[in-house]
């Protein structure tokens, strides 16, 4: 693969981490858990992989896109400078979405998934329906402008095949994403996994901006050369340094739970 294709898969990582602190990310840690599909009567190990089947289908959709992106990139026989010309502008604006520069900022889908479907429905429907809409990357709380840009550097290499592995890869993580909850065994254990998880949260957030400032050194790398590269990723840095205080949550938080009748309470299925 050249370099356009590793910063694909560089940044659908860097997408894919950052997701796992949407509401509907969080709480799938809490909605699927040995603990809680036991209280169901259904088995945990069948409705994970019902969940990450699904989130692998989502990301197989969105991969889609950006594989008929791709198709158009190499039907316009774009050079490689012109592919990240393409790049660079997308990740400018997605940089200044997640740093919030003036106030801009992209469609983050303030959705949730919908919580009354673990009670009406077997495991695999709300399984695979959840895992979908996590895998797909904007059918809920959209938590970077990542997400976004990975569909674009994935379409900028030209290559359909290439370009839904790479996006179909973010669907996929993000539906292993939901594995850490395996050890859940009760409601201690699960409390103890969201403090885990929210100690990162700020990390999360960083990541997702030097994802993106990394996306526009390499493609700058490509259009001026690697002094240009570097150039470009010191000054991004100071950049962001200077409008951190935008960078943040597009969603509320999902409570830590503290009682057993607390895990199956609506606020945990966002």
Same mark, same amino acid.
């Given at each position: 693969?050249?370099?356009?294709?590793?910063?694909?898969?560089?940044?659908?990582?860097?997408?894919?981490?950052?997701?796992?602190?949407?509401?509907?990310?969080?709480?799938?840690?809490?909605?699927?858990?040995?603990?809680?599909?036991?209280?169901?009567?259904?088995?945990?190990?069948?409705?994970?992989?019902?969940?990450?089947?699904?989130?692998?289908?989502?990301?197989?959709?969105?991969?889609?896109?950006?594989?008929?992106?791709?198709?158009?990139?190499?039907?316009?026989?774009?050079?490689?400078?012109?592919?990240? #010309?393409?790049? $660079? &502008? %997308?990740?400018? /604006?997605?940089?200044?979405?997640? !740093?919030?520069? @003036?106030?801009?900022? +992209? =469609? *983050?889908?303030?959705?949730?998934?919908?919580?009354?479907?673990?009670?009406?429905?077997?495991?695999?429907?709300?399984?695979?329906?959840?895992?979908?809409?996590?895998?797909?990357?904007?059918?809920?709380?959209?938590?970077?402008?990542?997400?976004?840009?990975?569909?674009?550097?994935?379409?900028?290499? #030209?290559?359909? $095949? &290439? %370009?839904?592995? /790479?996006?179909?890869?973010?669907? !996929?993580?993000? @539906?292993?994403?939901? +594995? =850490? *909850?395996?050890?859940?065994?009760?409601?201690?254990?699960?409390?103890?996994?969201?403090?885990?998880?929210?100690?990162?949260?700020?990390?999360?957030?960083?990541?997702?901006?030097?994802?993106?400032?990394?996306?526009?050194?390499?493609?700058?790398?490509?259009?001026?050369?690697?002094?240009?590269?570097?150039?470009?990723?010191? &000054?991004?840095?100071?950049?962001?340094?200077?409008?951190?205080?935008?960078? @943040?949550?597009?969603?509320?938080?999902?409570?830590?739970?503290?009682?057993?009748?607390?895990?199956?309470?609506?606020?945990?299925?966002?």
């Amino acid at each position: 693969m050249d370099l356009m294709a590793w910063t694909a898969v560089g940044i659908a990582l860097v997408a894919a981490f950052r997701s796992t602190w949407s509401p509907c990310g969080v709480s799938m840690l809490s909605s699927i858990t040995p603990l809680s599909e036991a209280g169901r009567g259904h088995r945990y190990w069948a409705t994970v992989s019902w969940f990450v089947a699904g989130s692998l289908l989502g990301g197989l959709t969105l991969g889609s896109v950006a594989a008929l992106g791709a198709v158009a990139v190499g039907s316009l026989g774009l050079s490689a400078t012109a592919s990240a #010309g393409l790049v $660079l &502008l %997308a990740g400018v /604006i997605t940089l200044a979405s997640d !740093l919030k520069v @003036g106030g801009f900022h +992209l =469609p *983050a889908n303030p959705r949730q998934v919908e919580r009354s479907w673990l009670d009406r429905y077997r495991s695999w429907v709300y399984g695979m329906g959840f895992g979908w809409q996590l895998g797909v990357g904007v059918a809920t709380y959209v938590m970077s402008a990542s997400v976004y840009l990975m569909v674009v550097v994935a379409a900028a290499t #030209g290559e359909p $095949l &290439l %370009a839904l592995a /790479i996006v179909t890869m973010f669907g !996929l993580l993000r @539906g292993l994403a939901v +594995l =850490p *909850a395996a050890w859940v065994r009760s409601p201690a254990d699960l409390g103890e996994l969201h403090r885990r998880i929210e100690r990162f949260r700020p990390a999360s957030r960083v990541v997702a901006v030097v994802g993106q400032i990394a996306v526009l050194a390499v493609a700058t790398t490509v259009t001026g050369g690697p002094v240009a590269g570097l150039i470009t990723a010191v &000054l991004l840095a100071v950049v962001a340094s200077a409008f951190r205080s935008g960078i @943040g949550d597009p969603a509320p938080r999902v409570r830590i739970p503290d009682t057993p009748a607390e895990l199956d309470e609506p606020h945990y299925s966002g």
